[in-house]
């Protein structure tokens, strides 16, 4: 275990994605947290992260932190909406750029389509005010339709929005733009990345798909997954790091914080790595 990075968190949101705060009210919060090393990992754009760099180049305590290149990819496996963390990465390479422009473009077909189908149900112009939560149409998701919802008085609250709409099965969850994972994984392996499998419990897979899952992750590539996180049983972390050693995939720690309006997903306090697996950043050491 690396003495350096002590309080690692690898997996956080801006406002660059779904996230509450400003890549530098993120790193605010990170230096009294005392996190160590830090991945921002916006859903499929590193607007965020270089943000985050000019804010560290504007205040020097900011630079406490250890920042390294992050993204969360949105893929689909049979049909599930499958998260592809990416770290290390050259984010100014050609391979890189193009696919943050694949997935920007993904994002606003995307929207596109759940505006219409949430216009033939008798809610229009929900787009624009969507957009209007969104720090772009290339970064806009399901969580800027949810605030549009509220706002428009359909729903109450954030889960009624997903439950009602947005969430799996319902007409706001549309996905087929996405990529195949092993697109992803070649997009941050080509970029000098590391691909991590996003918290594999919230697919809420059976034991037998979740293998399967992941064994396709690490046949096309994939080197790490998450196996330390917040809101985690004791049994839970050993479950995936049972997981991570079967497939030989080094193990992350990342809390998904999104802001103090989801208080479980606590920026640098996710559980602490058990002993037992190598960790992802000994890489970045
Ligand atoms: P998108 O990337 O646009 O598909 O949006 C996915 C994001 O929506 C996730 O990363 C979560 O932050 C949020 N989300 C997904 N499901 C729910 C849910 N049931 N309730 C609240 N937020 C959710
Ligand atoms: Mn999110
Ligand atoms: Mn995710
Ligand atoms: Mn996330």
């Given at each position: 275990m690396s003495i350096r990075f002590t309080n690692v968190d690898l997996h956080c949101h801006t406002t660059a994605s779904d996230g509450k705060l400003h890549p530098q009210q993120l790193l605010e919060l990170a230096v009294e947290?005392?996190?160590?090393?830090?991945?921002?990992?916006?859903?499929?754009?590193?607007?965020?992260?270089?943000?985050?760099?000019?804010a560290q180049a504007l205040q020097p305590e900011l630079n406490q932190v250890e920042l390294i290149s992050g993204i969360e990819f949105s893929t689909q496996w049979r049909g599930v909406n499958v998260h592809v963390v990416g770290l290390g990465m050259d984010i100014n390479s050609a391979q890189f750029v193009a696919a943050e422009q694949h997935q920007a473009a993904a994002r606003r077909e995307r929207a596109e389509k759940i505006a219409?189908?949430?216009?033939?149900?008798?809610?229009?112009?929900?787009?624009e005010l969507a957009l209007s939560h969104?720090?772009?149409?290339?970064?806009?998701?399901?969580?800027?339709?949810?605030?549009?919802?509220?706002?428009?008085?359909?729903?109450?609250?954030?889960?009624?929005?997903?439950?009602?709409?947005?969430?799996?099965?319902?007409?706001?969850?549309?996905?087929v733009m996405w990529p195949t994972i092993e697109m992803a994984v070649q997009w941050i392996v080509a970029s000098g990345g590391v691909a991590v499998l996003a918290h594999p419990l919230k697919y809420k897979m059976t034991r037998t798909k979740l293998t399967e899952l992941i064994n396709e992750f690490s046949h096309v590539g994939g080197a790490a997954?998450?196996?330390?996180?917040?809101?985690?049983?004791?049994?839970?972390?050993?479950?995936?790091?049972?997981?991570?050693?079967?497939?030989?995939?080094?193990?992350?720690?990342?809390?998904?914080?999104?802001?103090?309006?989801?208080?479980?997903?606590?920026?640098?306090?996710?559980?602490?790595?058990?002993?037992?697996?190598?960790?992802v950043w000994t890489l970045f050491n």
């Open positions: 947290r005392e996190v160590t090393l830090l991945a921002i990992t916006d859903h499929d754009n590193t607007l965020g992260y270089r943000q985050a760099l000019i219409q189908r949430l216009e033939k149900k008798g809610m229009p112009d929900i787009y969104a720090a772009s149409a290339d970064a806009i998701g399901r969580p800027h339709f949810a605030m549009a919802l509220i706002e428009k008085g359909y729903v109450s609250n954030f889960d009624m929005a997903f439950n009602k709409w947005l969430g799996a099965g319902k007409i706001g969850d549309v996905k997954m998450e196996v330390a996180s917040c809101q985690q049983t004791s049994d839970e972390q050993r479950y995936l790091l049972k997981l991570a050693k079967q497939f030989g995939l080094l193990a992350s720690r990342g809390s998904d914080y999104h802001g103090d309006h989801m208080p479980w997903n606590s920026l640098g306090r996710a559980n602490p790595l058990h002993a037992g697996v190598e960790p």
